[in-house]
């Protein structure tokens, strides 16, 4: 019961509160902090007594929420950080704003991360998972009316939606492996090959979610939501799940027996390149997010080479972190300082609004050296080159396919009635003329017989009795001709 | 029980075809709402009450030649009947602001309900066969009746493509009927003696001709192209009623008929309809990418998410390499699919029908920004394209989930391209929701509205009214329940997908 509350307070109370509309308004802020509250309690509650809770889904396989170490941490961070957010947004936003649907998301999101990292089989993971980034979507994509904004959202989700495709290869690999029940401890026990799918497939999803290489830019797009969303999505949520879900089947990763270095040089790549991106920003926000990439590159690093809990206090202390810096970072914007120099590089006085900002700030300051690579600010164009080798051919795909079903396909199957109706008028022309005319010809051949057989009808006597005389005079020659 | 279901619209309809057409419109509008209220309360009642296996059967011998009245429904039916019964509700509804000669619209939707839900109790070939046949004949005249643009071209190519489509449908019947022994058209008696078996060539043609049949209804590439024309200039109603129920029939053909009586020849052919099926999901995904018409992109989409569903039968005929539970996953998963599209498409088509209504176009290009006007419009439009794109929490997922995981096992590269198919869903639904609800409001001028200053036209694009949002939201809501709590949905249809492997692994 009380881990079916842990997430089905924050996604209730969201569904409400995006459903509402703008009547909630001006209560939805309130009302955030306060679900945001009940679930940090319920949270703290759940670490303590490790609930656990399983409802029927599919066909041998049940949805089974549970909280274990890992998870006790996790559940805790999350709601922790979102209870900090949602305190911060309640500010961020002025009267005339959506409020009621930002919280209502905002709380969709957190509930989804939290089944997220609850879940205990393949599909109720993939559902948080998936909800996770469509919530995301409507966050980034929040002031709806700046096309650029949905622009971004779309890159966002298009991109993590692409990796999750496999994790939807997986959940088949894990059937199709020998583990019916789709449970995460017993994905290791998978037969091959499809022990290999069932990692690759959870690799990829896993890499895409927490923006590692080569999938880091919609990390920087996602950037265009409000300071608050992305110091949820930076934090706790989101890019944590990816890194999340690699220290959870860190087992599977081991029994693989590739997957571990992979991910572990994956992880330390990251960490290095996304790392010197950061440095190369100019953008405040951009350089937070591009640090944030670099940071889970750690995690990811930790879950490789199988230091769990390395990696799990790395996630905790980055999630404590960045939900500090976004909304210092925001603040800055709002007070007009729009950041086009990073803070090393801009005056040192520079009055950030809360003692926490300016902690967390610290710590970066120390670590970054302020060298403006220009080569580095564009994401390493991992953007540009998916829009080249993906993005376009597909868009030039669909258009090459849809001119050939509209000119090519339908065509010529309305080329068969047309062929039908030309046949019909052909043979009216031809054959129709034809049997017409042959019947005319019979009518006037009648006719002309008609007339005929009236010549001979004089009504005079003497030519009756030649008439006679010359017919049995030819039955004679018939009797003569036939004997 | 099922009889009182079926022709209940029927005699309803009888009964107002003698009140003379010049009596209040309004009479025909709310008696339909009360007949189909009424149909789907006695589908609750028979879901409620429904023992398992082959239920409330009712069986008549009607001519010496081995047609007879048969009508029963199991866990591949009941929910397709459900599904019909509370999409013509909605259709009423939303009907509610039909002024266009609705006599006669409202005899003939309810004639139209009554062989919609025939069909999918039907036992007999013939009497499937003739339902089949008069659904094409009723959605003909609703489109040429009642649609715009070239809504008369359409109708008949729509006629013509399904009618030659149900004549081979016709042949395939004839086929099966003379290869059993003694003659029969019954159903249950077929797909227990499945007399083709080891016929060889026989058994091939034909399911050949009982799949062109179906594949045609369904329909999937390369049999579609009757279907954009006929969605694009049909009425609002007329294409939920035609996505969400007459296509269905195509499948449901597919797992009533082509798989149990023809066991043998599916399983030596399962692979030609996994191929026809991953070409339906890429192909439709991408050429509804490129559309720029709502209506003709939600057209497309149905080829793609029709192409699921021959994957997972496709899958299902496959026995070397998988086992039983994957099997039955993938069945399970193509029927919830049926369902969930019926509810997702249809309310996809009524919201295009409200964009029909306020500004009599359906191209993308010519609006934006539509969410500032039209809050609950853009909200419902939303679910409905985040449910189409199989986003969990909807019953999409709980489709596609079951589809792909059961899948992989048999056909494990057809389904690894299928997968690709909801990445490309995604993209053209954000792309869609992007370019209508999102940005700066744009709105076309209605046709023959003089033009106004844009200041006052901010105020043109009206919400949903009241019957709009009582017929879609209802729908919205059942894809939610059926996403987050699908046992009671997927508890019906199991048993019958586990008795369906069974009977096409004989």
Redesign the interface.
Known sequence: MLAWLLVGVPLGAGALLACAGRRADRAAPALGVFAATVTLALAIAAALRRPEATAPLLAGIDARLAVDGLSAILVVTVAAVTLAVLLFASGEFGQGEARSRFTGLMLLFVGAMLVTVTATGLVLLLMGWEVMGATSWALIAFWWREPQRVRAANVAFLTTRGADLGLYLAAGAALAGGVGSLTLAGLPRATQPWLALLTAGIVLAAVGKSAQLPLSFWLSRAMAGPSSVSALLHSATMVAAGAYLLLRVQPLLAASGWAAPLVAWVGAATAVALGLVAVAQTDLKQLLAASTSAQVGFMVLAAGAGGVAAGTSQLVAHAATKSALFPAAGARRHRGWESSRHPRCSPSSLPLPRGGGVVARYRYRCLLPCAGRRALGEWLHLERAAQLLVVRPTMALARGLAAFDDRVLHRAVMAVPAMGLWLARRSDRRAEVGVDGAVRAVVAGARRLGVLARRPQTGQLHQYYAQAAVALFVLALLTVWLR | MLSLIVFLPLAAAVVLAAIPGTVAPRLFLWSWIAVAAVDVALVVVAWIGYPGGLAYEEKLRWTSAGVGYHVAVDGLSLPLVAMTSVLFLACAIYSLRQTQRVKSFVLLFLFLQTVSVGLFVALDLILFFVYFDLSIVGMYFVIAGWGHGQARRAAL?FF??TFVGSLALLLGFIGLYLAANPHTFDIVELARSHPLTGRGAYGGLVLLAVGIGFAVKTPTV?FH??LPPAHTDAPATGSAILAGVLLKMGTYGFVRIAMPLLPDTWRAYAPVVVVVGVVSVL?GA??A???EDFKRMVAYTSVNHMGYILLAVGAAGLVAG?DA??R??AV?GAVTQMVSHGLITAALFLLAGVLWDRSGSYDMGSYS?L??PA??FA?ATGLAA?SSLG???FSG??AE??I??????SA?VA??LA??G???T??LF??AL?RL????LRIPDAPGAARRPSRQSDHRFADLRRSEAASILPLLALVVVIGVL??FL?DII?PASTTLINLVSR
């Open positions: 190519t013509l493509y390369p192209t009757w192909y991408l050429v990418l490129a559309q998988s539970q994957a039955a996953l399970t920004g969410a500032g809050p609950v909200g985040f986003l969990p929490g997922f709980i989930f079951q792909f995981t059961g899948s992989l096992a494990t389904t690894a997968v690709l909801i990445l490309i995604a993209g954000l792309r992007q609800l999102l940005g700066p699908p046992r997927l199991e």
